[in-house]
């Protein structure tokens, strides 16, 4: 992003300038993430107080790139161990002096982990799956008999004949082709780069 300003007008409040200016970067960050193929969910994570900005900038990155954890949200599935386990594991290979026995973790609001156990109930399982399927960018519907089988584009051959083994047509799905064999559970995870419904808080 590239800034130019004739410097005609005076700015009255720079601070102000500023933080309009973080809000655009923001949310243009943002936009490159939710424009990728098969995102389905924006991921925006929330590290107060840790010891300081390159841990909580790191231990966001280590939850984002947590593969479980991206399975779990793709799947709306609040399983919030795989969120545990992703900060466990990074606190464990890169900050073992980072105490986290009074970690808390929230996610859409509701506070699912705390002094050490897990904080569920039915209830607010039920409310996070809800706010999981709310929080994706388009609905997703299973392939009949859990198959994925586009058509496939393909060029005719001389005398427009067609290659054995292929069919004309567009897929009707915007976000994957594959081989018609290849089932739609193993076209890969979205991606995900920022968290929007958890907050980590550390506490000193």
Same mark, same amino acid.
């Given at each position: @992003?590239?800034?130019?300003?004739?410097?005609?007008?005076?700015?009255?409040?720079?601070?102000?300038?500023?933080?309009?200016?973080?809000?655009?970067?923001?949310?243009?960050?943002?936009?490159?993430?939710?424009? %990728?193929?098969?995102?389905?969910?924006?991921?925006?994570?929330?590290? $107060?107080?840790?010891?300081?900005?390159?841990?909580?900038?790191?231990?966001?990155?280590?939850?984002?790139?947590? &593969? /479980?954890?991206?399975?779990?949200?793709?799947?709306?599935?609040?399983?919030?161990?795989?969120?545990?386990?992703?900060?466990?594991?990074?606190?464990? !290979?890169?900050?073992?002096?980072?105490?986290?026995? $009074?970690?808390?973790?929230?996610? %859409?609001?509701?506070?699912?982990?705390?002094?050490?156990?897990?904080? /569920?109930?039915?209830?607010?399982?039920?409310?996070?799956?809800?706010?999981?399927?709310?929080?994706? /960018?388009?609905?997703?519907?299973? &392939?009949?008999?859990?198959?994925?089988?586009?058509?496939?584009?393909?060029? &005719?051959?001389? %005398?427009?004949?067609?290659?054995? !083994?292929?069919?004309? %047509?567009?897929?009707?799905?915007? $976000?994957?082709?594959?081989?018609? $064999?290849?089932?739609?559970?193993?076209?890969?995870?979205?991606?995900?780069? @920022?968290?929007?419904?958890?907050?980590?808080?550390?506490?000193?």
């Amino acid at each position: @992003m590239v800034l130019v300003s004739s410097g005609h007008v005076p700015c009255a409040g720079h601070a102000e300038f500023e933080r309009a200016l973080a809000i655009v970067c923001r949310d243009l960050a943002e936009d490159v993430v939710r424009n %990728g193929e098969g995102v389905r969910h924006v991921i925006r994570v929330q590290v $107060r107080r840790a010891p300081d900005t390159v841990t909580a900038r790191a231990l966001g990155k280590a939850i984002v790139n947590a &593969p /479980l954890f991206k399975c779990a949200v793709a799947g709306n599935d609040p399983n919030v161990g795989r969120l545990v386990q992703a900060i466990g594991k990074y606190v464990g !290979g890169h900050a073992p002096a980072l105490d986290l026995s $009074r970690l808390r973790l929230r996610l %859409g609001g509701l506070e699912i982990f705390s002094t050490g156990v897990f904080r /569920l109930d039915p209830e607010k399982e039920t409310a996070l799956v809800a706010h999981l399927r709310s929080a994706e /960018l388009y609905a997703s519907a299973p &392939p009949k008999n859990g198959v994925f089988a586009p058509p496939v584009d393909f060029p &005719p051959v001389r %005398g427009n004949r067609s290659r054995p !083994g292929w069919r004309h %047509g567009r897929s009707d799905h915007p $976000r994957r082709r594959s081989h018609p $064999r290849i089932r739609e559970r193993e076209c890969g995870l979205p991606k995900l780069s @920022m968290l929007s419904f958890g907050t980590p808080n550390f506490e000193r």
